[in-house]
Nanobody
Framework: RVRLAESGGGPVQAGGSLRLACTASGARFSSYCMAWFRQAPGKEREGVAGLDSYGTTKYAESVKGRFAISADNARNTLYLQMNSLKPEDTAMYYC??????????????????WGQGTQVTVSS
């Protein structure tokens, strides 16, 4: 059974940076499609960034150029480096994974495994 655990969230001022981590257990996620999602209060959960098993990354337009998704396969850990944070980035951030064919970070229904989330709060 794959288990995901996020860490690294917290309060930060606008313009600051945070690095989220997602540690996986139960499988070697290097062969999985991995992604970060977020859900702001009163809004639907949205895909933020994805990383496929070939190392290809994709980003939502709202975070492109500011966020970077990466993985340390030896540590079985996924990261999300977030720079130039804005108040609108405030949300609960989740990592997710699946082993199906294809890797589209925007397709939430494809993802079988989810972490519990880590809160990011950006103040102006």
């Amino acid at each position: 059974r794959v288990r995901l655990a996020e860490s690294g969230g917290g309060p930060v001022q606008a313009g600051g940076s945070l690095r989220l981590a997602c540690t996986a257990s139960g499988a070697r996620f290097s062969s999985y499609c991995m992604a970060w999602f977020r859900q702001a209060p009163g809004k639907e959960r949205e895909g933020v960034a994805g990383l496929d098993s070939y190392g290809t990354t994709k980003y939502a337009e709202s975070v492109k150029g500011r966020f970077a998704i990466s993985a340390d396969n030896a540590r079985n850990t996924l990261y999300l480096q977030m720079n130039s944070l804005k108040p609108e980035d405030t949300a609960m951030y989740y990592c997710a994974a699946h082993a199906h064919w294809g890797c589209d970070y925007s397709r939430q229904a494809d993802f079988d495994y989810w972490g519990q989330g880590t809160q990011v709060t950006v103040s102006s």
